[in-house]
């Protein structure tokens, strides 16, 4: 299999803990099912998703995601193929931007703000290596 991550990033607007917590159960049943693994990043407005799997996998979940209107503005920031997963214990593990180790705040939002959008491609593998490194990931 050729392991292939793919890393978006969308506007949510505005989400509550229940439709989180809803899209969450759904995401990771399917990913269990379909040998995805992950991260997703929230912060007030916008997600940051990081999917590796199977190459056929990864794109057909995309494509759901793509037709999801729980979000909107949805950037790829990086597809490609992968030497290793960073997230293979979690079929979605899910952070809260506002709960993000300071060290890793101060290294990477701009400003103060998790603008994934405006991260060079560098930055933002980085900080995914970097958030499955932490011990005790923050989830929600
Ligand atoms: C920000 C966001 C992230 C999502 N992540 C995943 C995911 O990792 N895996 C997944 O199967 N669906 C994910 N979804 C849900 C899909 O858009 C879609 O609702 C779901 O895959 C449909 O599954 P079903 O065909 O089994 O009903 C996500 C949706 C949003 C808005």
Not at 49 to 54: F, K, R, S, T
Not at 63 to 78: A, C
Not at 110 to 137: H, K
């Amino acid at each position: 299999m050729q392991l292939t991550k793919l890393i978006y990033t969308s506007n949510h607007g505005g989400l509550t803990a229940k439709a989180l917590d809803d899209l969450l159960l759904k995401s990771r049943a399917n990913n269990e099912r379909d040998g995805i693994t992950g991260v997703l990043i929230a912060s007030d407005e916008d997600f940051m998703q990081l999917l590796e799997g199977g190459r056929a996998v990864v794109a057909e979940c995309f494509m759901r995601i793509m037709k999801d209107d729980r979000h909107q503005s949805i950037r790829v920031l990086m597809a490609g193929e992968s030497g290793a997963r960073l997230f293979s214990e979690w079929s979605m593990c899910s952070l809260d931007a506002s709960q993000v180790d300071k060290g890793i705040v101060s290294r990477y939002w701009i400003n103060g703000t998790f603008d994934p959008a405006r991260m060079s491609q560098v930055a933002i593998e980085d900080l995914c290596r970097e958030l499955s490194a932490q011990p005790r990931m923050a989830t929600i």
